[in-house]
């Protein structure tokens, strides 16, 4: 069975500083990855996904992860954090059935 | 992008009755829905998987007489939590995908509907 760790359970930045979630996975097969966010009061949405190809994916504002298929990780980044960013933020990994494990999730608190 | 709305968003019930919890897709077709439940500082646990017109398949240890899923056509699903109890309560959020059991499929997912059972 497939497993979805994420060591940062709270991390607390203050704007621009710059950000990386650690996910690590733990599956025999091809896997299908995806960071999701969840804003305050709001529902999860896609930041980004890998299936295959370059390891180094872009997501919507100004988020990135890079898959490391040695290290089975897929950790998420940011240059330049903003308040806005305050957010749960989710790895998940996909199945064949399509279906999702998720992390603990992260809290990320950017202070202005 | 689609939209996957949830009723109600929150509901009280008192113990021993049944609540219903209906997850549609508003702008796609959902071939696949999945059922979760999020405790608090908690990750999402997936209950079930559900495909229009077929039986849901439940994660160990979810009660299938407890939790009915009925996903009837591709926009509906409906989660009905029977002879509700105080541990029931939490946080249920739903998902829609239109790639039925596709693994790079796109799951879009519901507000979540709060339950709390007295």
């Known amino acids: 069975a497939q497993s979805v760790s994420q060591h940062n359970h709270h991390v607390i930045l203050s704007e621009a500083a710059s950000l990386e979630l650690g996910c690590n996975y733990s599956y025999g097969g091809t896997v299908n990855l995806f960071w999701y966010v969840q804003y305050p009061g709001q529902h999860l949405q896609l930041l980004l996904k890998?299936?295959?190809?370059?390891?180094l994916v872009k997501g919507i504002k100004g988020f990135e992860a890079e898959f490391i298929k040695s290290k089975f990780s897929f950790n998420l980044r940011k240059p330049s954090v903003q308040w806005s960013d305050t957010a749960e933020y989710f790895c998940a990994v996909n199945t064949n059935a399509g279906k999702s494990t998720f992390g603990d999730g992260t809290t990320l608190t950017v202070k202005p | 992008g689609a939209v996957v709305s949830q009723h109600p968003s929150r509901v009280i019930c008192k113990s021993g009755t049944s609540v219903k919890i209906e997850c549609r897709s508003l702008?796609?077709?959902?071939?696949?829905m999945f059922w979760y439940r999020q405790f608090p500082k908690k990750s999402l646990m997936l209950m079930a998987t559900?495909?229009?017109?077929?039986?849901?398949?439940?994660e160990q240890g979810v009660e299938k007489d407890k939790f009915l899923i009925n996903h009837a056509s591709l926009t509906l699903s409906t989660l009905t939590v029977t002879s509700a109890h105080p541990e029931d309560s939490s946080f249920y959020i739903c998902?829609?995908?239109?790639?039925?059991?596709?693994?790079?499929?796109?799951?879009?997912f519901g507000p979540g509907t709060r339950l709390t059972v007295t």
């Open positions: 890998y299936f295959s190809g370059d390891p």
């Open positions: 559900s495909n229009e017109g077929s039986k849901a398949t439940y």
């Open positions: 702008d796609f077709q959902a071939t696949t």
């Open positions: 998902s829609a995908s239109s790639g039925a059991g596709d693994p790079k499929s796109e799951q879009y």
